[in-house]
């Protein structure tokens, strides 16, 4: 049972435009939420979180948006560049769990020129 | 970027040998871990460790071993290979703690293993 679901595999969108890609969770303990960008032959490296006491949170082109009631958060990148083109995972923590991360499976978007 | 190592970086083996895998990390971070990746699951976590000797098991830890002598080495050890065991591996790391904030883990570059 997947705990943290990434529904969509796939995104294209056009350079300029906004990318919004979607998480949704099960589990009503996770109180600390990532994304994770993946370009091939890379770890993951770390972009942008979100803390439970929060709805929002920005880092220059990129915000997270957390909406605790409905078990969903949401990465909008704007505007979309090539270089953003990778597989973004989501992924939720419980701050009591040793820090432990559940990961959805991933969505790979292409940002077309 | 965040000093983590791992090797090899690629290896071919047959099914029934053991194999360990090695992370190292420069950090001097408590916390370390191992996922694998695999199409369809994302990153699903092996073992973890907070603390030189102390470790635990994770979602996937069947068929799985790991030991930590030291903080800077993290070693996963297949006891005997299957081709299941074919994946991406990815050691992380993540800065001592505490309180309510929480810090982001460091990944490493990762281990492709085939098991034939």
């Not at chain 1, 929002?56 to 990465?75: C, I, P, Q, W």
């Not at chain 2, 929480?102 to 990944?107: I, R, T």
Request: aromatic residues 12%; charged residues 20%.
């Amino acid at each position: 049972d997947q705990q943290v679901k990434q529904n969509s595999p796939s995104l294209s969108v056009q350079e300029g435009r906004i990318s919004i890609l979607n998480c949704d969770y099960t589990n009503s303990m996770f109180d600390y939420f990532l994304w994770y960008k993946k370009y091939p032959a890379e770890g993951p490296t770390f972009l942008i979180s979100i803390s439970s006491i929060k709805d929002k949170n920005e880092d220059g082109r990129f915000t997270v948006f957390l909406n605790k009631s409905a078990k969903h958060l949401s990465l909008h990148i704007v505007p979309s560049q090539p270089g953003d083109s990778a597989v973004y995972f989501c992924a939720a923590t419980n701050s009591g769990s040793a820090r432990q991360l559940t990961f959805g499976s991933g969505t790979q978007l292409t940002v077309l020129p | 970027d965040a000093g983590i190592t791992q090797s090899p970086r690629h290896k071919v083996t047959e099914t029934g040998t053991p194999v360990t895998l090695r992370c190292h990390q420069t950090e001097n971070h408590r916390y370390m871990y191992w996922y694998r990746q695999d199409p369809g699951h994302g990153l699903r976590l092996i073992h973890y460790s907070y603390g030189v000797k102390d470790t635990d098991k994770g979602e996937v830890s069947d068929g799985y071993s790991v030991s930590r002598s030291k903080t800077e080495d993290f070693l996963l050890t297949l006891e005997s290979a299957t081709s299941s065991q074919t994946s991406v591996y990815f050691c992380a790391i993540s800065e001592r703690s505490g309180g309510n904030y929480y810090n982001e883990q460091f990944f490493g570059p990762g281990t492709r293993l085939t098991v034939l």
